[in-house]
């Protein structure tokens, strides 16, 4: 639940409203009671507090001028908001606050990481709002996030990620067999993201040896196993899982020359059968 303190002042600057007269009907209904009458701090009973905090809460959503008040915030503020909206359930007035900060972003030199931009999906998922999230997870996909870092590394982690949410949202979908496509793309793409940091050359040996060995970690049929199985669960028939267990090792045996268009038709493949028209 929101801080009070940090509810009070959201309540005054977001929603416009009368702090006096909000704390003074809350002190009238038994629910506060004054901390220091010289100091705007106020202490709520253990019954009172939930009380005054949903009070608070319930008032965000009827707020007009939350597009116009961030106007003024940098993005890093501009993130809170959204992130304090979505805490509270107000989940639409996050998605248009969040879409702002991004904007903020785009216009600046800043470089935010991956999971900056994975928190939309995640929120419109909450909403039903499928294809929507689905298409910025693709647009993610294709031109990467503003002011990204150009290392091929580290571009492999947030493709691991963004495939992760992929996965994510199909299953929230009930599109469960199609959801391990994306997961096994996300599995291997992670492998890779530690194969190439331990070919850079300006990183120090230890660190590269350990990369080296997390890399051999993750390529192994016993790992894939696990993760893939925690994402099939019981989606597809042992053999198809053996299938593409086998076919991950042999493609992660060769980690350069990997692409993600065919692996994806190809994991498909492997894992097709007539169950379900719709995955």
Request: hydrophobic letters at 35%; glycine letters at 6%.
């Amino acid at each position: 639940m929101i801080d009070y303190y940090s509810g009070l002042e959201y309540y005054e600057h977001l929603v416009g409203g009368d702090v006096a007269a909000f704390v003074n009907q809350l002190i009238s209904e038994g629910l506060i009671q004054p901390y220091d009458a010289d100091r705007v701090a106020w202490i709520c009973s253990d019954a009172g507090r939930t009380v005054a905090e949903r009070a608070i809460i319930d008032t965000r959503p009827d707020s007009d001028n939350i597009i116009d008040y961030v106007q003024s915030l940098q993005a890093s503020e501009t993130l809170k908001v959204a992130t304090e909206l979505n805490r509270d359930g107000n989940v639409s007035a996050a998605v248009l606050v969040l879409k702002e900060a991004y904007k903020k972003i785009g216009n600046s030199s800043v470089s935010y990481g991956i999971d900056t931009y994975l928190r939309l999906p995640s929120y419109l998922q909450k909403l039903g709002r499928y294809d929507e999230a689905w298409g910025f997870l693709n647009q993610l996909l294709a031109k990467g996030c503003p002011n990204q870092i150009q290392n091929e590394a580290l571009i492999l982690l947030s493709r691991s990620k963004i495939y992760k949410a992929m996965c994510r949202l199909l299953q929230h979908e009930g599109k469960g067999r199609k959801a391990i496509v994306f997961g096994v793309a996300s599995i291997v793409a992670e492998a890779q993201y530690y194969y190439l940091q331990s070919e850079e050359k300006d990183w120090p040996k230890d660190f590269r040896k350990e990369r080296a060995a997390t890399f051999r970690s993750l390529s192994e049929a016993a790992s894939i196993h696990d993760n893939l199985k925690k994402i099939a669960k019981k989606e597809i028939a042992e053999a198809q899982l053996d299938n593409t267990i086998n076919y991950l090792c042999r493609t992660l045996s060769q980690p350069k020359t990997v692409k993600y268009d065919r692996l994806i038709v190809e994991v498909d493949s492997l894992i097709s059968t007539e169950k379900n028209p719709r995955q």
